[in-house]
């Protein structure tokens, strides 16, 4: 069974920085994908990064390029999310999420398991 857990949110002023950790057990597959969205009540759950096993492939979302950045501990099994320079709008509930993939590139579709989330809010 693959258990995430995030760790690694809370308030920060605007220009500040983040580094959300996800760590990951139970993760047997070869190949996979994992990835951070976030949520902001009353909208739909928004991709944010994504990442291959081999961190060959990633995926960042156009809202957060230049700012965020995604990568991977593989001996410990941790995805992180380096946020930088972060404004209000990126103020939400960030989820980590893994799932087995194919052969091509991480997108955003079809996450098989979910961690709790972690709360990031950015405000002055």
């Known amino acids: 069974q693959v258990h995430l857990l995030e760790s690694g949110g809370g308030s920060v002023q605007p220009g500040g920085s983040l580094r959300l950790s996800c760590a990951a057990s139970?993760?047997?597959?070869?190949?996979?994908?994992m990835a951070w969205f976030r949520q902001v009540p009353g909208k739909e759950r928004e991709g944010v990064a994504a990442?291959?096993?081999?961190?060959?492939?990633?995926t960042l979302a156009d809202s957060v390029k230049g700012r965020f950045i995604i990568s991977r501990d593989a001996a410990e099994k941790t995805m992180f999310l380096q946020m930088l320079r972060l404004k209000p709008e990126d103020t939400a509930m960030y989820y980590c999420?893994?799932?087995?993939?194919?052969?091509?590139?991480?997108?955003?579709?079809?996450?098989?398991?979910w961690g709790q989330g972690t709360q990031v809010t950015v405000s002055s």
């Open positions: 999420a893994s799932k087995r993939r194919g052969i091509g590139k991480c997108g955003f579709s079809e996450y098989e398991y």
């Open positions: 139970g993760v047997d597959a070869d190949l996979f994908c």
């Open positions: 990442m291959s096993d081999d961190k060959y492939y990633t």
